[in-house]
């Protein structure tokens, strides 16, 4: 196992530390999960979840990547932006909370030509798991801390993560005691990222705030509040994927979002205004944003930052089918990659079903590659790299490597890795 920079001159990567030894990671891992709760042996349920590598970002990608995230900040914040996209919205996404949501994750391909954000995603999962990772890596090789400002340090962004948490609380309940949280999901037991759940009410719990892990389905409303089982809940750390809160077996959360019975975390409306892919259309029209009275320096920096994107209409079928090749297709309100697909691996079945289906093409911007070393065999795996961001600000970056059209899980080698930047010349 090595903390390898990518093999490409091209992206100029240079890293402090170039082995870590895999027994002394292992350990360390281990013991980072373990504080954090988790007593299951994660290297045999979830074999690809960690990769032993190290990815490093530039200071400028650092920085083109920050200055994305504050130009979508101040879009989004834009009335005529909000009345455009919410008047297409679900309608649970019109009523406002007065909150945030927590863990917006903005996914970057790392071109030559410099970051490009290719998604936002709403219930960004990984973080607390990204966290143990960071912890075991710069423990296993001392000069990564190097690499590290301050404020990033694992001890300070764990603290801002329950920091979000009471801050979400406040916005809608000003100084009333936060007591109970609820993670939330279909099934959680059954959730590929389970372990993060667990890792999450041990983390609430250590900081005074009681937690428990819920099924939707198992949710009641009751004397106008939320209830798990026989427990009242102020808080839910929302992990599902129906981000509308349509579906019947979430009738009680939609309740109590609407009602305002609790406080739900992230929200319909917070998946309407980042996460809807057809968003990505507008972020990257400059004639729609110059009508909003956007300020053309920041539509610069989204025509540089983000990926061209076009909703699919039957209208430009031909068209769209001749560029195919330098397209990626997604579905606009898909998840986890599913159902995406390179141009230039489609099929007329295929396409016919995205032209009936809800779909946005994407230019492709080829994801960064480095080399990996797993089990004495040298891989080339591709990676993205996440910010979670809260109100604007990064709290914490990872990158998931990996082989094939997108992120899996399914990578010997790959999997969660942490980032670092190395230091700055001078």
């Not at 402090?16 to 999960?33: S, V, W």
């Not at 045999?44 to 920050?66: G, N, W």
Request: charged share 25%.
């Amino acid at each position: 196992m090595t903390a390898t920079p990518p093999a490409s001159e091209t992206m100029g990567r240079t890293g402090p530390c170039t082995h870590i030894d895999p027994r002394q990671l292992q350990m360390e891992l281990d013991r980072a999960l373990a504080e954090s709760g988790l007593d299951t042996n994660l290297h045999t349920s979830h074999p690809y979840l960690f990769s032993a590598s190290t990815v490093f970002v530039k200071p400028a990608e650092l920085a083109t990547m920050h200055a994305v995230i504050r130009s979508v900040e101040d879009v989004l914040a834009h009335p005529a932006y909000q009345a455009r996209v919410l008047s297409g919205a679900p309608t649970a996404a019109r009523h406002d909370p007065g909150t945030r949501g927590v863990f917006m994750g903005f996914d970057f391909h790392l071109d030559p030509d410099g970051p490009r954000l290719i998604e936002i995603n709403t219930n960004a999962g990984g973080a607390l798991l990204n966290l143990a990772l960071l912890r075991s890596q710069i423990n296993a090789c001392p000069p990564l801390r190097d690499c590290l400002p301050g404020t990033n340090m694992p001890d300070k962004i764990e603290a801002g993560i329950v920091e979000m948490f009471r801050q979400e609380w406040r916005l809608a309940r000003g100084n009333a005691p936060l007591t109970r949280i609820a993670i939330v999901d279909d099934a959680p037991d059954g959730q590929f990222l389970y372990p993060e759940f667990i890792q999450f009410q041990q983390l609430f719990r250590r900081h005074g705030i009681e937690a428990l892990i819920a099924d939707a389905a198992s949710l009641r409303v009751r004397d106008a509040r939320l209830w798990a089982e026989d427990l009242a809940v102020d808080l839910v750390y929302n992990r599902l994927t129906d981000f509308a809160l349509d579906e019947p077996g979430h009738a009680a959360l939609r309740q109590a979002y609407l009602e305002e019975l609790a406080l739900i975390t992230p929200h319909p409306r917070a998946h309407a205004l980042y996460a809807d892919k057809r968003n990505l259309a507008l972020l990257t029209d400059a004639n729609v944003l110059r009508d909003m009275g956007i300020p053309e320096p920041t539509i610069d920096i989204l025509a540089r930052g983000i990926a061209r994107t076009r909703i699919v209409e039957r209208a430009q079928a031909e068209a769209l089918w001749a560029e195919r090749k330098k397209l990626f297709f997604k579905p606009v309100s898909g998840y986890g990659s599913k159902a995406v697909y390179r141009g230039d691996k489609l099929t007329r079945r295929v396409w016919e079903e995205i032209l009936a289906g809800d779909y946005v093409a994407q230019s492709l911007v080829p994801p960064a590659e480095q080399m990996a070393l797993h089990d004495d065999d040298h891989l080339a795996l591709k990676y993205d790299v996440r910010l979670f961001v809260y109100a604007g600000r990064v709290q914490l970056l990872a990158a998931r490597l990996y082989q094939g059209q997108t992120t899996n899980f399914r990578t010997p080698g790959g999997g969660f890795a942490p980032v670092f930047y190395p230091p700055v010349d001078g």
